[in-house]
C-alpha cells in the first residue's frame, strides 16, 4: 500500500476516534481539569469572596474517567495495529532531540543527555568536621 492510500484512510478514522474520545468519552473534561490544576498557582482570586478550599488529590491516581479513556486509547491502538500490520514498529526506539542525536549549544551540549553524571552522595563523608564549621 502507497503511503499516500494508507494516510487517507487512516486520517478520517483517526480523526473520527479522537473525536469520540475527546467529547463523547468525557476526556476533555478531564483535561481542561488536569490543565486547571497545573495552573492552579496562577489563579485569580475574586475580590470579597471567601477563599475556597481545594481538596487535596494524590495525582498518581487517575480518575475513573481517565481510565476509561486511556483503555479506548488502548483498543483504538490495538484495532489500528491489526488493521495496518504496523505493529511494534518504534518500539525499543528512544526519541531524538529537536536537532538530532545531541544538543548544538549549552553547556552539556559536548555530553551524552543518558549520562547519569557524578555520584555526589559521598562528599559529605569527605569533608568530614570540616563541613560543619563553614555553616
Do not use: Y
Not at 85 to 106: A, D, N, Q, R, Y
Request: proline share 6%; charged share 25%; with cysteine.
Amino acid at each position: 500500500m502507497i503511503k499516500s492510500e494508507l494516510k487517507q484512510v487512516l486520517k478520517p478514522l483517526i480523526k473520527e476516534c479522537i473525536k469520540e474520545v475527546i467529547f463523547e468519552e468525557g476526556a476533555l473534561s478531564g483535561i481542561i481539569t488536569e490543565v486547571a490544576k497545573g495552573l492552579g498557582a496562577v489563579s485569580v482570586a475574586p475580590l470579597n469572596s471567601q477563599p475556597v478550599k481545594t481538596k487535596k488529590e494524590n495525582p498518581r491516581v487517575k480518575s475513573e474517567g481517565a481510565k476509561q479513556a486511556q483503555q479506548h486509547l488502548n483498543e483504538v491502538k490495538k484495532s489500528l495495529q491489526e488493521a495496518t500490520g504496523l505493529h511494534g514498529v518504534f518500539e525499543g526506539t528512544t526519541p531524538m532531540t529537536s536537532t538530532g542525536t545531541k544538543p548544538t549549544h549549552g553547556a552539556l551540549r559536548d555530553r551524552d543527555p543518558n549520562d547519569p553524571g557524578v555520584d555526589i552522595s559521598g562528599i559529605m563523608q569527605i569533608a568530614g568536621g570540616a563541613w560543619n564549621q563553614l555553616k
